[in-house]
């Protein structure tokens, strides 16, 4: 089953002489000097930008970048993804002076055949975000088609994802959001087994329905960072300072129940590397954690032999979904159990497993660890790769027309 289904795709449109009004997804990490740290976002969109130069196709591309909250905020201009976008385009890409308006329009009209334009930060208009009709209008009219090829933002019904198709009904998906529905797809629809789904990060109730729905498919479920402390809370365990989700504990302990009756193998970790303050030159200690987690103590990675457990169950894995650091990866003693994991995906690739990483930080880590090359694919969006998983329909995906 395609995910993508009968949806217009990109390449039933006609691109010739055509303003292509495209959404891509650049909201990318700047660094000090506000040059693009992390270019993965802007290389996914490529494919679907240069098929629609090289078609005879006006590009006329937009994006939000952070929360500018409806200001002007200068450091949150797009500006340095407009120049990444040139470099590896390898032609000129205009950045507009803002994404509508009677400028932008002049800007727009005056395009050639084969050129790019980058419209300035949605974001910096409030009425992106609300979805408004008026707004929706003033984008169509720098388009005579629509192409939506941002994932990352396909969760939320803005004016940029889903309104402005409305307006500008002869409207496709891109290029990276086909990619992106067929490996989460697959996933869900009869994933090769054994499957196993790896789960991080700080929250776990953001991730409850997800665990839910996967528990109906996969064969082991591995879980690591701090939602990994509710569900030691939830069987008993003492862990002092920890961060522990308290109103999570009773969903978590019906995830438990789930998992007995499916028989589904529930891997938590079994010691964890403690500290009583988080940086990096704070004294750590390893613990076996049926001992518990002394007060004033903080369990901030998972230890080296729950790191040679989890290793082990995904190097005989066909199929890996991971979503969330194992453990406070930033900070260089809390970041063992998450590069370790990174290198168990990688291993299981090569040996011919099929391995996703959702988007967010368990995509960063990927970058972080240099193994991002090695793995089958690595979602652009955390929140949309999540709802998808979740089973819930995704409005930029549900919003265009199937094929005639």
Known sequence: MSYWGQKTFLEDLNFRGQRSLTRVDFNVPLD??????????????????????????????????GRPGGEQVSELSLRPAAEELSQLLGTPVTLAPDCVGAEVEAQVQALQ???????????????????????????AKLGDVYVNDAFGTAHRAHASTAGVVKFLPNAALGYLIRKELDFLGGLLENPEQPYVAILGGAKISDKLKVIENLMKRVQALVIGGGMANTFLAAQGFTLGDSLVDAESLDPVAEL??????????????????????LKADAETKTVALPDGVPEGWKLLDIGPQTLAAYKSVV?????????????????????????GVAQALA???????????????????????????????????GGASLEFLEGRELPGVTVIPDRN
């Open 32 to 65: 000090a000097q506000q040059q693009v740290s992390d270019n993965h976002r802007v290389m996914q969109a490529l494919p679907t930008i240069r098929h629609i130069v090289e078609q005879g196709g006006r590009a006329v591309l937009m994006s939000h970048l």
């Open 315 to 339: 190097q005989n894995a066909k199929t890996v979904f991971w979503n969330g650091p194992l453990g406070v990866f930033e900070i260089l003693p809390f970041a063992a159990g998450t590069v």
């Open 256 to 277: 438990l129940e789930q998992a007995r009756n499916r028989g589904v193998q529930l891997y938590l970790p079994t010691d964890g590397v403690l500290a009583q303050v």
């Open 347 to 381: 291993q299981a690739t090569a040996t011919g497993a099929v391995t996703v990483v959702g988007g967010g930080d368990s995509a960063a880590a990927m970058q972080q660890s240099g193994l991002a090359e090695q793995i089958s694919h690595i979602s652009t969006g």
């Open 113 to 139: 055949d084969g050129e790019v334009v980058l419209l300035e930060n949605l974001r910096y208009h409030k009425a992106e975000t609300k979805n408004d009709p008026e707004f929706c209008r003033q984008l």
